[in-house]
């Protein structure tokens, strides 16, 4: 078999595509919702509803469970990569995306003769729920997909 008919046949990898696919999608359409205009860039942007990290890591973790056991190696590694990704989302990031928001309004309020360029990205990390969403997401994506 071709190389390409042999990532298309992996589960494992579909299951996370997919799960990112999905995520982003829904993540466009509910931040148009929400703000009432749509923005092409969240397709590929990072932070909101659902956090597309932890529906593709969980995807992984849970398809690899499913093709290769959960006794697996590769199940225990996605499983590990899983929970330290989801851990990053909630924490580290989110505390990234404080920041950015702090920084950004200070920014704003030193005048200055020229205008400052700088402007922080404040979409960077996730709620405790977005990143539920995102695992719940993942694991019945990689289930359908799966089985």
């Given at each position: 078999m071709n190389t390409l008919t042999l990532l298309l046949q992996n589960k494992i990898l579909l299951s996370a595509f997919l799960a990112w696919s999905i995520s982003q999608v829904s993540?466009?359409?509910?931040?148009?919702i929400l703000y009432h205009q749509f923005d092409i860039t969240r397709l590929?942007?990072?932070?909101?509803?659902?956090?597309?990290?932890?529906?593709t890591v969980?995807?992984?973790?849970?398809?690899s469970g499913i093709?290769?056991?959960?006794?697996?190696?590769?199940?225990?590694?996605?499983v590990l990569f899983a929970l330290i990704t989801?851990?990053?989302a909630?924490?580290?990031?989110r505390e990234i995306e404080k920041h950015s928001a702090v920084l950004n309004e200070l920014l704003k309020s030193i005048e200055r003769e020229e205008p400052l360029e700088?402007?922080?990205?404040?979409?960077?990390?996730?709620?405790p729920m977005q990143?539920?969403?995102?695992?719940?997401?993942?694991?019945?994506?990689?289930?359908?997909v799966c089985l």
């Open positions: 993540k466009t359409v509910l931040y148009a590929k942007g990072d932070g909101g509803m659902p956090s597309s990290h932890s529906a969980t995807a992984a973790a849970v398809s093709v290769c056991g959960v006794g697996s190696a590769v199940f225990a590694i996605s989801c851990h990053d909630m924490n580290s990031r700088v402007v922080l990205k404040e979409f960077v990390g996730h709620t990143v539920l969403v995102g695992i719940t997401l993942g694991a019945v994506i990689a289930v359908l």
